[in-house]
Nanobody, 115 residues
Framework: VQLVESGGGLVQPGGSLRLSCVAS????????MSWYRQAPGKERELVAA????????NYADSVKGRFTISRDNAKNTVYLQMNSLKPEDTAVYYC?????????WGQGTQVTVSS
């Protein structure tokens, strides 16, 4: 299993970024996918999740209405569209899949929101 995130960077408050995670080594369309983030000195937290076919999503309260998770099963890719970014969104963002009993993680992509 390999998960490769991209799309992070430095953005001003109020700006937008789209993160991508390309998956390989498993049948992508059969698994729900998630995005987590970890800020310095804080625990890793769930940001958003999407079911295998993309029919259901859920979000952390802190990002509802600003972030959108989506997936393209033909491209083995899950996305996180982040709008109206705030300084408190600064973190390393990780892609995640659970193939019970193992949880797999990407290497992470840094998102920094600062003026």
């Amino acid at each position: 299993v390999q998960l490769v995130e991209s799309g992070g960077g430095l953005v001003q408050p109020g700006g937008s970024l789209r993160l991508s995670c390309v998956a390989s080594g498993f049948t992508f369309s059969s698994y729900g996918m998630s995005w987590y983030r970890q800020a310095p000195g804080k625990e890793r937290e769930l940001v958003a999740a999407i079911t295998s076919a993309g029919g259901s999503t859920n979000y952390a309260d802190s990002v509802k209405g600003r972030f959108t998770i989506s997936r393209d099963n033909a491209k083995n890719t899950v996305y996180l569209q982040m709008n109206s970014l705030k300084p408190e969104d600064t973190a390393v963002y990780y892609c995640n899949v659970i193939r019970t009993p193992v949880a797999y993680w990407g290497q992470g992509t840094q998102v920094t929101v600062s003026s």
